[in-house]
């Protein structure tokens, strides 16, 4: 027997806020439902974060300049994929410029020292990087790799996968606004899910009905600081060393979180290149420039 009322399942992970939502099925099965999702989801957090000296990135990363590390699969699956997107975004989607969050400190309004931000600069380089068969060498001793352009994105799709493998067939997997719908509600009608203004807090810019597939948003928003009548946000351009200015925010719908979250990340670094990209992916998309514009396909 189901029950009509949703069940909503949230915790912390990943520095956001998490939500799974269940709908048809018992209170009972989708707890249990909801618990693989977000162990799976720690898993994931605990596999690679940068914050713990035991994780594969930060194995990896204490290798630099010394020595090649074996991966597994799911990590080559997303090297793979990192070097995907540093090919598709010319090289703007790059995994070892993470090393910038050491010049850029969002808590304290100031720019970073110039000697910094150049040293830096010169740790960064996908193309430094070698691989062979399933092992990575990062050449030059101080380079890091970092996920944090997609690994939430990956978490809130296998989070998602976790709950069809628990026979969920209606509900949603929210993980701080990456967002992946995994049916409709039990009635066949779509999810009413809200993109949040970029400048106006408790306010929607849009509300899309989603029965299927991944919505996300990358924006200036999330953290950053202002100085001088300017923002400045943490998405980093990797050849620069500063934050983009062109988007206030970007949303892309796509068939996972994985490419939707790339796509809007890539578009918001391609700055004003970036309309001409969404539309080239042909995905469904919404983006708000600097003035406040709306732009969507």
Known sequence: MSSSKPYLHEFKAMASMCQ???SGCTREDAMAAAKRAEEEVRRIEQKYSRYRDDSVLSQINQQAGLAAVSCDA?????LDKADLLYRHSGGLFDITSGVLRKAWHFDASALPDPALLQTLLQRIGW??????GDSIFLRDPGMEIDFGGFGKEYATDRAAEMLRANGVHHGYVNLGGDLRVVGPKPDGEPWSIGIRHPRRDNTMVATIPLAHGALTTSGDYERYFELDGQR???ILNPVTGYPVRHWQSVSVLAGNTLSAGSISTVAMLMEEKGLDFLRSSELSFLAVDQTGTCFHD
């Open 74 to 78: 799911e990590t080559c699956h997303l």
């Open 127 to 132: 193309q430094k990087v070698e691989r062979a």
């Open 20 to 22: 799974v939502l269940i």
């Open 232 to 234: 400045y946000c943490h």
